[in-house]
């Protein structure tokens, strides 16, 4: 499986991004999936993660009611929507794939990770 994260920018305080995770190599439809982000000089971190079917999604307390993640099966892709992004969202966001049963926010439990994309929020 490969992953491709892409829509990362240059943006304001308060403005929008929409990040989208393509999949390819193989159908991820029954992985689950999740985006992760690393600032400069800080560890990487959860943002968000959903089940295979969308049935279920948890996001970070730092971008919960701002940032909500959501899959697309035929499309073989994940999405991120970022509103109100502040300076702190400042990171490489990667997006992710777990194989197998069980939902999980813990980034050493993922098998697959794309590059990542950058999002820079200036004030």
């Known amino acids: 499986v490969q992953l491709q994260a892409s829509g990362g920018g240059v943006v304001q305080a308060g403005d929008s991004l929409r990040l989208s995770c393509a999949a390819s190599?193989?159908?991820?439809?029954?992985?689950?999936m999740g985006w992760f982000r690393q600032a400069p000089g800080k560890e990487r971190e959860f943002v968000a993660a959903?089940?295979?079917?969308?049935?279920?999604?948890s996001h970070a307390d730092s971008v919960k009611g701002r940032f909500t993640i959501s899959r697309d099966n035929v499309k073989n892709t994940m999405y991120l929507q970022m509103s109100s992004l502040k300076p702190e969202d400042t990171a490489v966001y990667y997006c992710?794939?777990?194989?197998?049963?069980?939902?999980?926010?813990?980034?050493?439990?993922?098998?697959?990770w794309g590059l990542g994309t950058l999002v820079t929020v200036s004030s």
């Open positions: 992710a794939a777990k194989r197998g049963y069980g939902y999980s926010t813990q980034g050493e439990t993922f098998d697959y």
């Open positions: 190599g193989r159908t991820v439809s029954t992985y689950n």
């Open positions: 959903i089940t295979w079917n969308g049935g279920f999604k």
